[in-house]
């Protein structure tokens, strides 16, 4: 029973994270797949929703800027809505010039977000982090929250104190990798409803013809800025999701460029850019590919250490997370040339808006 | 006169800013010929540059275990060369199939290769920092003395030396090359119009190849100077040096590697005298925000001018 048990909460935690890279992958789409926007600064995006959220939400601290306790639901469309700010500013400098522009902007922008986060300790706390943010569903069994209105309703403090002690302590994990599921699910149907909307046919046509969009009379730079911002804000609500499945953020580890921007590249064109359900696949089956090839290597480097006495483990533990990376690489390079469409080519909508 | 603001200034913010700006410049002509002449940003450039250096230390180590004591520009020979192979061989096998797709595709084979090349490196020679050049810089005795008889004392360390005479010796020889031979000509026309080069008989592959080859050796050269400068090696190295690179690249105007030399010196100018107290007693701009001044500096330019300062091309 106990290895079942395990079984199921490492499954629960592949789909919480699997899902939250579905997140961005989504983000992504909307930006490179439906616009053709190349945005190469996913992990600035994620990293203001992430920490916007945990500002908002953690309880005071003296190494930080907090206490507002403001509710979490609350934290995430302020995530969102402040990724979006800073994506409208960076496309309305950008959007004008051709992809590489934008790739480099956005690149440095990532960069400038984590300097930013930083050496503004007084508000991040620097390099340090921020820690204790709250998660969904497990934010219930914390005091600041069921002394407060609205649990203090149903029970008072002992009462939660005692129906927390009776149920496993594992109980939240399930409900947040729904949670987290279920809003992949609500992005996905309000994304496909936008790309055989009247706006998603104009975003293809000025993707891929974009002189010929705008000659028959499309608004092209507004319409890409748009794309660009509803990008964005998808990509804060997943850090914000991130914030908080890892509880502690801090600038270079988390937001690190290439689990974050590269793994989601990946994800996007394995599983087909400009198809919805393709980033919603790529993001899962890369995230499972990247998490059992730990497993693998792992189980090879103990192997390998049982069979030869002189090999020292720590140094093979150590580079294993970058030949893994390198096979990712690799992985992009030959997508790219045999595979460019990714396994779900994107489906172009009929005329009519029937799908 | 020479008074202690002109010391401070000269030794302390001048000069790092200058040799800054030389590393900078050697890296931006790598990025404005690919601009110019295969028209894609190459992301991978940084990691070339940080491959040479991680090449040249091991060579340095290798001769060392001969009993061989090189200094790193020396080493450095070998591995220039290593780095022009590398980047023909990323071409070959990683962008020459893009050629005739949309740029973009090359873009992102180039972000792909820049983790590729990063990963491999960290693999060979593992993550953490590693000293390239032990002991503090002193600054160069003979220039001390021969200045401080005109009452103003120059402190240049040695390796400042070198970078600064190294850099201008590539600059008179890229110079001579990209003026005065059949190939730098070829180069100047492709950039111009590459149609145009092929209808006139200029073979554009072997020029492509050239482009490499002048841009992985002067990848190369901006490694090993930025390592002889901060004196350690890291992975992450390249990838820091990406930003500036690319706003000298677009400060000068894509496809003039004269402007993108202006373009280094003008932004590594800028990032350590942003950091002098012009006004009162603290820097201007903190100094953990100093690689955010290439950075508005190219956000601005993008803004106001993207042609660059040297009318440079605009995709």
Redesign the interface.
């Known amino acids: 029973m106990e290895i079942f048990l395990g079984y199921f909460l490492y499954a629960m935690s592949l789909l919480t994270v699997g899902g939250i890279y579905a997140l961005l992958a989504l983000g992504l789409n909307v930006q490179w797949g439906f616009a053709?926007l190349?945005n190469?600064g996913v992990a600035g995006f994620a990293a203001i929703g992430a920490y916007t959220y945990a500002l908002l939400t953690t309880a005071e601290s003296q190494f930080h800027f907090g206490g507002l306790e403001l509710p979490l639901v609350v934290g995430d469309i302020l995530a969102m809505i402040f990724a979006g700010i800073v994506a409208t500013i960076i496309g309305l400098?950008?959007i004008r010039?051709?992809?590489?522009?934008l790739?480099?902007?956005t690149?440095?922008?990532a960069?400038?977000i984590k300097?930013i986060l930083?050496?503004e300790t007084n508000i991040t706390n620097g390099p340090r982090g921020i820690n204790k943010i709250p998660r969904t569903w497990e934010h219930f069994t914390e005091e600041r929250f069921y002394t407060n209105f609205p649990m203090n309703l149903f029970s008072n403090q002992k009462g939660w104190e005692a129906f927390f002690a009776s149920i496993p302590k594992w109980w939240w994990q399930p409900f947040f990798a729904i949670t987290i599921i279920l809003i992949v699910i609500i992005t996905y149907f309000f994304l496909e409803k936008l790309r055989v909307s009247p706006w998603g046919r104009m975003m293809t046509a000025i993707r891929e013809n974009e002189k010929a969009a705008a000659a028959a009379g499309k608004n092209v730079t507004k319409r890409r800025i748009e794309a660009f911002i509803l990008g964005a804000v998808i990509m804060g609500l997943a850090g914000a999701f991130l914030g908080q499945h890892l509880r502690l953020i801090e600038p270079t580890q988390t937001f690190d460029?290439?689990k974050m921007t590269?793994l989601v590249?990946v994800m996007l064109?394995a599983g087909g850019s400009g198809n919805n359900k393709g980033a919603i696949l790529g993001a899962f089956l890369i995230w499972f590919v990247w998490s059992s090839s730990e497993l693998v290597t792992n189980g090879v480097i103990e192997i390998l250490a049982t069979m030869f006495d002189s090999i020292d483990i720590s140094?093979l533990k150590?580079?294993a997370g970058?030949?893994r990376?390198?096979f990712?690489?690799?992985l992009?390079?030959l997508i790219?040339?045999r595979y460019?469409k990714g396994i779900l080519p994107e489906k172009r909508p009929a005329i009519s808006g029937k799908y | 006169m020479w008074e202690s603001f002109w010391f401070e200034f000269i030794n302390f913010y001048f000069i790092p800013g200058l040799v800054l700006g030389c590393i900078y410049a050697l890296g931006a002509i790598g990025i404005t010929l690919t601009f110019g002449i295969l028209r894609f940003a190459n992301f991978a450039h940084g990691e070339i540059m940080m491959t040479s250096s991680y090449l040249t230390w091991e060579f340095v180590l290798v001769a060392s275990s001969f009993g061989l004591i090189l200094h790193p520009i020396i080493g450095a020979i070998p591995a220039s060369i290593c780095a022009i192979f590398l980047a023909l061989i990323v071409d070959r096998f990683f962008y020459k199939p893009f050629r005739n797709s949309p740029t973009i595709m090359i873009v992102i084979a180039s972000f792909g290769m820049m983790l590729i090349i990063r990963s491999l490196v960290q693999v060979i020679w593992g993550p953490n920092q590693i000293t390239f050049v032990k002991g503090i810089a002193k600054p160069n005795h003979f220039i001390k003395d021969f200045t401080s008889n005109f009452d103003m004392m120059l402190l240049i360390p040695n390796k400042h030396i070198s970078i600064l005479l190294g850099t201008i010796i590539i600059m008179l020889v890229f110079n001579y090359l990209l003026s005065s031979t059949k190939i730098g000509k070829g180069m100047r026309a492709v950039s111009d119009n590459p149609n145009l080069a092929e209808v006139s008989g200029i073979n554009v592959e072997n020029i492509v190849k050239a482009t490499w080859v002048v841009g992985g050796f002067c990848a190369a050269a901006a490694g090993v100077f930025l390592a002889l400068d901060t004196q350690f090696i890291e992975s992450t190295m390249g990838f820091r040096m990406l930003l500036p690179m690319f706003a000298a690249a677009i400060l000068g105007g894509i496809g003039r590697p004269f402007g993108a030399v202006a373009g280094g010196l003008i932004i590594g100018l800028a990032e350590e005298l942003s950091a002098y107290p012009w006004l009162g007693n603290g820097p201007v701009i903190s100094p953990g925000y100093k690689s955010g001044v290439a950075f508005s500096i190219m956000v601005l330019m993008l803004i106001f001018r993207p042609s660059g300062l040297f009318r440079g091309k605009v995709f």
């Open positions: 053709g190349f190469a400098i950008c010039l051709r992809a590489d522009y790739a480099i902007a690149i440095g922008i960069e400038i300097l930083k050496n460029p290439s590269f590249w064109i140094i150590n580079r970058f030949i990376m390198l990712i690489g690799l992009l390079q790219l040339q460019p």
